[in-house]
């Protein structure tokens, strides 16, 4: 009975984090109809994980004198955040989402690069399987070609792109303390989102931000809070539940994605979206399946 209880308290945890960054596009659409960007969203909201989690654990920050692998890690992270935040909070939330989840395609061809791992025949498939899907999400009646269409598509590819790099350097760095990997990875998010809303700025793309004002201050709080607690619950679940668990129940993401975004008018279901939506997640799914004798832990599936 205990060990089911701790099973399913995993779960929950695991479905909070799913829940939340799911969710999540609605802050930052709420943040940007204050006049603040969702780059600068997401730098602020990342200096105040860093600034709580330092005052946890203060000596989190020295293995980046001696790990040049944490600052790749950093950078990896940082652009995720900045690609995913941007993206579901100017594009159409569902397609910016599944476009995202490619990430297990990208696993392949990074973890055969990275960590010299060839990639198997199932592999090779479920890589085919998710760019087919792509392939009937960006076909649009609009285009003539399977390609993206405007900034949040591109966001969204790059974003997927970083996630599974992010997801591969895990992997590599998992031997240093968790406090620092996740030092590292809050740390890019606060300094790239800063760094590219000034980029933006200069070319137009992103407004400065407002003066500080009560309301959208207690929201970004509230946010980066929510971020912890969903942090906290991907640390407690992936550390009771099985790896393929872990990365199946992750995938519930989509739907709270997709249900709140729809509800709330920020997304439309297409029929061509759904179709690709579905092998994009069957091979995410697949991805996330033990295959026959493997035990080797599966690839972490925060932001």
């Not at 600052?71 to 900045?82: D, E, K, Y």
């Not at 970083?162 to 590292?184: K, Q």
């Not at 200069?202 to 931000?209: D, K, N, Q, V």
Request: proline share 7%; hydrophobic share 55%; with cysteine.
């Amino acid at each position: 009975m205990s060990l089911d209880r701790s099973r399913q308290r995993a779960a929950l945890a695991l479905l909070l984090n799913a829940f939340v960054w799911g969710c999540s596009w609605y802050p930052f659409r709420y943040l940007e109809d204050r006049g603040l960007h969702p780059l600068w969203a997401t730098s602020l909201i990342y200096v105040l994980c860093l600034a709580l989690l330092l005052a946890w654990r203060p000596n989190a920050w020295r293995p980046l004198l001696s790990s040049p692998w944490l600052w790749l890690l950093m950078a990896a992270s940082g652009l995720t955040n900045v690609s995913f935040n941007w993206a579901v909070t100017i594009g159409d939330v569902v397609r910016v989402v599944l476009l995202f989840y490619l990430m297990p395609a990208w696993s392949v061809l990074l973890a055969w690069l990275l960590l010299r791992e060839r990639p198997t025949q199932a592999a090779l498939l479920r890589l085919v399987l998710a760019l087919a899907g792509v392939v009937i999400v960006l076909k649009t009646p609009q285009s003539d070609w399977p390609l993206p269409v405007g900034l949040p598509d591109w966001l969204a590819l790059a974003g997927g792109f970083t996630f599974a790099l992010t997801n591969v350097l895990l992997r590599r760095l998992r031997a240093l303390p968790e406090a620092s990997r996740m030092g590292a990875m809050f740390g890019g998010g606060a300094l790239l989102a800063a760094t590219v809303a000034l980029l933006g700025q200069s070319h137009g793309l992103a407004t400065p931000p407002p003066t500080p004002a009560l309301g959208w201050l207690v929201v970004a709080l509230l946010t980066g809070l929510a971020f912890l607690a969903a942090n906290a619950g991907l640390q407690y679940g992936a550390a009771h539940l099985p790896a393929a668990a872990t990365s199946l129940i992750m995938l519930t993401e989509v739907m709270f994605a997709s249900v709140s975004s729809v509800l709330l008018g920020a997304a439309e279901l297409q029929a061509r979206t759904l179709l690709g939506g579905v092998l994009i997640l069957l091979a995410a799914a697949w991805a996330a399946w033990p295959e026959r004798g493997n035990r080797t832990p599966g690839p972490d599936t925060s932001h």
